[in-house]
Every structure is written in structure tokens, then in C-alpha cells.
């Protein structure tokens, strides 16, 4: 079965601190893999997205996110937080060839960025 | 529509009582998802519809739940003989298929 997997629950950051937030998948075939963002209050949105192509992928705010298919993760990353990233972020994955377009998400991880 | 749509944002039941939450996908999407998110967890998810049918319904968790989609737009999750255990928030998202899903504010279920 699918999974995925978020190993950092709670992060801590002060602001222009440096970002990275692992996402591991299990499944050996085609994904498409997914970062979403839930602010405080709000509704969760989509940060970005890798279909194919380009293995590094950039989203909105800064965002951006490597695939490395090798070792089946899809790790988030930003350069510079800022007070307003304070928020939850889940990694999706969608396996083409399971036959299902079902999405698996991750746990969650949430991330304080002290101002 | 603007977006994703869920009524009602609250509900409150007893033990036992059979609960209807709604679903206004955003126009034009075929697929469209429900999800039940617990406190500190991700969305679990339950079912998905693809047009009027029901293309997955794996993650349902058993048989009180149950979801429809009959004109192919809004869609209904229904829980009978509801249980302490099935509070959560329940999240819709549609999509175009196989591409980002645009997620509701949720209906979020407290069950006494």
C-alpha cells in the first residue's frame, strides 16, 4: 500500500533561517507528488506540484521541492523563512499506475517561524 | 463557484444519530474527494467520485459511512449510527482529474 511519510512533526525556525522538510513515499511506480499549505484559520492550498520534467520544482512564496526518485522523496525547501510561513504543510502522492487517482497524504508538519 | 463549498461548517450530534454533510465542488471539476482529518494527522482519505460514480471508495471504514454524487456536482457524505470515534473535520476537494485538488473549509463533526 502507499504511504507517506513526514518525519518532522514540529519545526521551529526564526525568521531568514534556512528550510527543509523531508517527504518520503512508498511506491515504486510513476507519481505525481504534491506540497499543501494550511494557515492558521484557512483552508488547505496547494504550494506546488512535480508532474514530470525538471526534478526541482517551484511553487508559490519561495517555495521549492526536489524529487529524487532514487531515494523516493520530495523534500521541501526554502531558503528564507519569514513569520508569515508559519502555517501546517502535507505532502501528497498520487500513483498513476495503482489504478486509483486517490491521494495519500502525509502526517503534517508543523512549522513556527519565530518573528 | 468561487471554490469548494461545505455546509455545515459545525455539527453537533448524539451517539448514535445519522449525519448528512454537503459538498459544492467548484464548476466544471469531475473528480471530487472526501477526506476525514483528526486532530495532528493528515487527511485519511475515504472516497472519490469521478462524475456521479464512486471510483474509489477504499478509504471508507465501514458500512455506516456512505457518499453520494447523483447529477455528477454537489455530493452528500452520510453517516449512520454515528460514534465518538467519527469526530473529526470532514474535508471535500475537487479537481480536474490526475491535477491539484482545491480543498473546502471542511464541516467539522463533534459527535457527543
Known amino acids: 500500500a502507499q504511504s507517506v511519510s513526514q518525519h518532522n512533526h514540529h519545526v521551529i525556525l526564526s525568521e531568514a533561517a534556512s528550510l527543509e522538510l523531508g517527504c518520503n513515499y512508498s511506491y515504486g511506480g510513476t507519481v505525481n507528488l504534491f506540497w499543501y499549505v494550511q494557515y492558521p484559520g484557512q483552508h488547505l492550498q496547494l504550494l506546488l506540484k512535480?508532474?514530470?520534467?525538471?526534478?526541482l520544482v517551484k511553487g508559490i512564496k519561495g517555495f521549492e521541492a526536489e524529487f529524487i526518485k532514487s531515494k523516493f522523496s520530495f523534500n521541501l525547501r526554502k531558503p528564507s523563512v519569514q513569520w508569515s510561513d508559519t502555517a501546517e504543510y502535507f505532502c501528497a502522492v498520487n500513483a498513476l499506475a495503482s489504478g486509483t487517482y486517490k491521494y495519500i497524504f502525509g502526517t503534517g508538519t508543523r512549522l513556527k517561524v519565530l518573528a | 463557484g468561487a471554490g469548494v463549498s461545505q455546509t455545515p461548517s459545525n455539527k453537533v450530534t448524539e451517539k448514535g444519530k445519522y449525519v448528512e454533510l454537503r459538498c459544492d465542488p467548484i464548476?466544471?471539476?469531475?473528480?471530487l474527494y472526501w477526506y476525514r482529518q483528526s486532530l495532528g494527522q493528515g487527511p485519511e482519505f475515504l472516497i472519490y467520485?469521478?462524475?456521479?460514480?464512486?471510483?474509489?471508495d477504499s478509504g471508507l471504514p465501514n458500512d455506516r459511512f456512505f457518499a453520494v454524487r447523483p447529477e455528477g456536482s454537489v455530493s452528500t457524505l452520510k453517516i449512520q449510527r454515528t460514534e465518538r470515534g467519527d469526530s473529526a473535520v470532514y474535508l471535500c476537494?475537487?479537481?480536474?482529474?490526475?491535477?491539484?485538488?482545491?480543498f473546502g473549509p471542511g464541516t467539522r463533526l463533534t459527535v457527543l
Open positions: 467520485f469521478q462524475g456521479t460514480g464512486a471510483a474509489d
Open positions: 464548476s466544471g471539476h469531475t473528480a
Open positions: 476537494a475537487s479537481s480536474a482529474l490526475g491535477n491539484e485538488q482545491f
Open positions: 512535480y508532474f514530470s520534467g525538471d526534478p
